[in-house]
């Protein structure tokens, strides 16, 4: 316990700390930079802070082992990813700020957990370890493939979940699209999450790709997603798998579920029931389970899912919350003692 707190304040002291000076050293991007400094072009702001980078070696100052635990404790992904995008969003500056600022670049790319996306990726290691050609384009790449490919992404917004074992996501026509709300105007974008996609083809640049991750803990912003897709889930995911799509649901936004006929052998209705039941209890409305499986919905390659459990996002008051727990509790109980 001792350990992991300390390992939690040293990510905090990193990322948000402007006066330890065994971590800082100063910029001088003037004489005395004390008052806040306007900042009309951020790619300019960004190409101030690169060589500072390269020659403070600021890496040797997190040792590499820190590093490794900072990052197995789980709390750096969404800190960095707030604090990239904090960083774009700039609109002034002083020495604190910058300093900060490099200190975040420099735990992104010289985080373990990452170090094979940048393997990949020789150009984005040169704008981040060399300090050459660091710009809001290599950034936004970076925010998108790391973390968030919802961000600055302004259209209809698909996550599916899982799509490691397809190493691709699954897109749905453009009919289906539209009985989850799409109005065919906007852009839609398709992006599959699973921590099992190889770092080599992680990608969120174009309106599809693949991103490596936990869908249980993502960065994607809440309220952010349309539509939520799940082919093959497995039943003892169903609790963990439902709120993950409730965080980052629109309300009005839909979840489908496709379970495979493999995984619901001999326990369809119980497994058919976890999943309604778990959507319930997160508020979800127009709960339905189309059986069999509809024609016009894509087909997974490997086998025809049994059915397809539609639901949709509902922002609900927190009394009708605690009744849906209550009910949800007695179903189980009496399911149990029957």
Same mark, same amino acid.
């Given at each position: ?9 040293l ?7 402007s ?11 003037s ?6 400094v ?5 790619n300019?702001?960004?190409?101030m ?10 890496a ?13 404790? #789980? ?20 020495d ?15 985080n ?9 990726r ?7 370890r ?24 302004h ?23 539209a009985?989850?709300?799409?109005? #065919?105007?906007n ?10 996609? @190889? ?21 994607i ?27 980052i ?44 499986? @509809? ?9 025809k @899912? ?12 927190e ?20």
């Amino acid at each position: 316990m001792i350990k992991k707190a300390y390992y939690i304040a040293l990510i905090f002291t990193l990322i948000f700390s402007s006066s330890s000076y065994a971590l800082r050293a100063p910029l001088k991007f003037s004489e005395n930079l004390s008052l806040n400094v306007a900042i009309a072009d951020i790619n300019t702001y960004l190409e101030m802070l690169g060589p500072r980078i390269s020659e403070d070696r600021l890496a040797g100052r997190l040792r590499y082992e820190d590093a490794k635990k900072i990052a197995a404790l #789980g709390v750096v992904d969404k800190l960095l990813s707030d604090r990239l995008k904090k960083i774009l969003s700039r609109k002034f500056y002083n020495d604190n700020i910058a300093e900060d600022d490099i200190l975040t670049i420099a735990l992104l790319y010289y985080n373990y957990k990452f170090s094979e996306y940048f393997n990949h990726r020789q150009e984005l290691t040169k704008n981040l370890r060399g300090g050459v050609g660091l710009s809001r384009d290599t950034l936004t790449r970076i925010i998108r493939e790391l973390f968030d490919p919802t961000y600055e992404r302004h259209g209809f917004i698909v996550i599916d979940f899982f799509a490691g074992r397809e190493k691709e996501p699954t897109i749905l026509d453009k009919d289906v699209l539209a009985e989850a709300g799409y109005n #065919g105007e906007n852009e839609v974008f398709v992006y599959g999450v699973d921590n099992a996609i @190889p770092w080599n083809i992680v990608s969120a640049e174009g309106k599809t790709g693949v991103i490596r991750g936990d869908v249980f803990d993502l960065a994607i912003p809440r309220r952010s997603a349309d539509l939520v897709t799940m082919f093959n889930p497995q039943p003892y995911e169903a609790d963990f798998m439902v709120k993950a799509a409730k965080k980052i649901l629109r309300d009005g936004g839909w979840v489908y579920i496709a379970p495979h006929k493999q995984t619901v052998k001999g326990t369809r209705g119980v497994f058919v029931s976890d999943f309604k039941y778990s959507l319930e209890d997160c508020g979800f409305k127009n709960i339905k389970a189309v059986k069999p499986y @509809p024609t016009n919905f894509t087909m997974p390659e490997n086998s025809k @899912p049994y059915c397809l459990i539609k639901a949709q996002m509902n922002v609900i008051s927190e009394e009708k919350t605690i009744r849906n727990k209550l009910s949800l509790f007695w179903r189980k109980t009496f399911s149990t003692a029957n």
